[in-house]
């Protein structure tokens, strides 16, 4: 009975286009009153709403994903203890969109024009990576072939069936992460507005690997 197999690993990468902008604003709010800390909350994201509807976009559009309201305490070393000194509330907000440079410079002209205190971050990313896992399976099995042909052919022995294909679905590796962090404080300044330069984000880049089992002889 022979029992000597050898196992390999295939990979793949692809590098596709970067096809999709988020825009994240964080929304930090504190006051000593719990309804008055809401209120700066609720005032701040209808006034984010507003752009994001005044530059062609829906409700819904704007997603929310994270919302939080706490108290906020001081440590005294004095009397070694934590005292009240009022809320925090914060709340994230997402927008995204195909990649259009005129939409994002107009929102973040209206953004840095109407709201004085909000911290916003721009990432870029493949819309739907899973897309592309049928050609990135294709080249993985074809790298491990490759590869276990390379190395029975150096040691002389031969490559006979399959055994076992290890590969269960899972979504399309990514490998960067793009993002880019704006300061509110540089780029809401008079003489900057609407001057953010076009951005023309690099590739994604998107991985797979799958492992097989062949019989050698």
């Known amino acids: 009975m022979n029992n000597r197999t050898i196992v390999i690993t295939g990979t793949s990468t692809l590098n596709v286009k970067t096809d999709y902008v988020k825009i994240k604003f964080d929304i930090d709010k504190k006051d000593l009153s719990y309804e008055k800390t809401l209120l700066l909350l609720i ?3 209808d006034a984010i709403t507003k752009i994001v509807l005044k530059n062609g976009f829906t409700k ?3 997603k929310t994903t994270d919302f939080n309201v706490e108290k906020d305490t001081k440590y005294d070393n004095k009397s070694k203890e934590y005292h009240f000194v009022g809320y925090m ?14 939409k ?6 209206d953004v840095c ?5 909000v911290d916003f971050n721009i990432s870029f990313y493949c819309y739907n990576p899973n897309k592309y896992e049928n050609e990135l399976i294709k080249l993985a099995v074809e ?37 880019y962090d704006l300061a509110p404080e540089i780029c809401c300044q008079e003489t900057t507005i609407g001057v953010i330069p ?8 998107l991985n797979k690997s799958i492992t097989i089992v062949w019989e050698i002889e």
């Open 104 to 109: 994002i410079n107009s929102i973040l002209h």
């Open 113 to 117: 024009a109407e709201i004085k205190d």
């Open 43 to 45: 005032e701040q994201i």
């Open 143 to 179: 790298d491990a072939k490759q590869k276990a042909l390379l190395i029975t052919d150096t040691i002389g022995v031969k490559l006979k069936q399959i055994e076992r294909i290890d590969y269960s679905f899972s979504e399309v590796h990514i490998d960067n992460s793009l993002e």
């Open 60 to 62: 819904n559009d704007l």
């Open 198 to 205: 076009d951005m023309e984000p690099e590739d994604t880049k």
């Open 89 to 102: 509330a914060r709340e994230t907000l997402n927008l995204s969109f195909p990649i259009d440079n005129k």
